[in-house]
């Protein structure tokens, strides 16, 4: 796949905005990439936006709202909605339609507003009363957070991560998140705070479980020749590794069942998409300087080590245990904090993690900084088994 270049990103802060619509905070994170960029809304040849049931039908058609919003001459949108992996499918849209020569200048969005709370079956049934997803919480009584649990303890009976594990790595991301601007959550928690928090599901705490949230994130991308006319050292998408299991039940589309089974040969959607993504960038696991995971809760980020390939499976409690996976160490995951800081905005979470990515590679991380950064990695899952795997370079 032919390399795209990276002219300008925009994040609004995460958190919780009852005052404004996802169509506000896409606005404010498009108008910060423009600028990022020194390009003219005229100037764009392609929208590629994305957002969620939430936001209501015209979040459906985000693209073609904010080509509306932002002033329309014409450009064609493409909408998007791939759940948690959104963003990431917008920007492999838009990967594709460069280097096929379609276009050379383009935007991509994810925006969204999140119920209060968890996600629950009453939220979900003002859009669509027969909305599988809703059966997975009537018929295993299977929130989100007790899904996730279901994991962390399949992962202690496996491995030997322990409640410990679990609150070193709030701990940990919660040091990161500190210094982020975009973060919800920008205290430093301590091990005895967090371990001292109420269980939500055992043996998760509620420090250990992302908070929904309100945020949208925006992109400006075009090709390495268009790159020129703006600046001579562009950060570079290298590729957008997406994939579907080979075996799915709606019932445990979450990530349920299906998830800790992974797909008959063994290979779970997270571990298949990374895979695409190195083998589209000519690059492996080693290459890494850093990674973006999907830490919806703390155990989730020691899957992810494993999917990702920069350990075995088994390996990933060594890996935090020796401090390898925080900033200054071999491996940082998560410098911005993850979702443990920033709370989760499902569509948007994707270009979240690539403007962090960019972000890096700029050398603008402030105290988060990774040291020597060159290559960087960001990875979501979420409803369907929709995933994406971004890797950029410096």
Not at 170 to 195: D, F
Request: aromatic share 10%.
């Amino acid at each position: 796949m032919k390399e795209v270049a990276i002219l300008g990103i925009g994040r609004t802060k995460w958190g919780k905005y009852p005052d404004k619509t996802w169509d506000d905070l896409a606005e404010e994170a498009i108008r910060k990439a423009l600028a990022d960029a020194n390009v003219d809304w005229k100037d764009i040849q392609m929208i590629f936006g994305g957002s969620e049931p939430y936001s209501g039908k015209y979040g459906l058609a985000a693209g073609s709202t904010m080509h509306i919003r932002m002033g329309t001459h014409g450009i064609p949108a493409v909408n998007s909605y791939n759940a948690c992996a959104t963003g990431g499918y917008a920007l492999k849209n838009a990967q594709v339609y460069i280097a096929a020569g379609f276009c050379d200048l383009v935007l991509c969005f994810a925006s969204g507003i999140s119920p209060k709370g968890f996600f629950v079956p009453s939220q979900i049934r003002e859009f669509d009363q027969t909305d599988l997803d809703t059966q997975r919480f009537r018929v295993l009584g299977q929130t989100n957070p007790t899904n996730f649990a279901f994991k962390a303890m399949r992962r202690m009976h496996l491995y030997g991560m322990t409640e410990d594990d679990l609150a070193e790595i709030k701990v940990k991301n919660s040091k990161h998140g500190a210094s982020n601007p975009y973060a919800r959550y920008q205290k430093v928690y301590t091990k005895e705070e967090v371990l001292n928090s109420p269980y939500v599901a055992y043996p998760l705490r509620l420090f250990e479980v992302c908070a929904t949230s309100d945020g949208a994130a925006a992109m400006v991308l075009c090709s390495p020749e268009k790159a020129k006319q703006f600046t001579s050292k562009p950060v570079t998408l290298l590729s957008v590794g997406v994939a579907n299991p080979d075996y799915n039940d709606p019932i445990a589309s979450h990530g349920g069942f299906a998830h800790n089974l992974g797909n008959f040969q063994g290979d779970v959607v997270e571990s298949r998409c990374a895979k695409v993504a190195y083998k589209e960038a000519g690059v492996g696991p080693e290459d890494l300087s850093f990674a973006e995971v999907y830490d919806l809760t703390s155990n989730l980020e020691l899957d992810f080590y494993e999917y990702i390939g920069i350990c075995k499976p088994g390996e990933a409690e060594k890996l935090l245990r020796d401090g390898e996976t925080t900033i200054g160490g071999r491996m940082p995951i998560n410098p911005s904090g993850g979702c443990g800081a920033s709370g989760e905005s499902s569509p948007a979470q994707a270009l979240y993690q690539a403007c962090e990515l960019v972000t890096q590679m700029r050398g603008q991380g402030g105290p988060s900084q990774v040291k020597g950064a060159k290559l960087g990695l960001g990875i979501q899952r979420g409803l369907l088994d929709n995933s994406s795997c971004i890797i950029i370079k410096k």
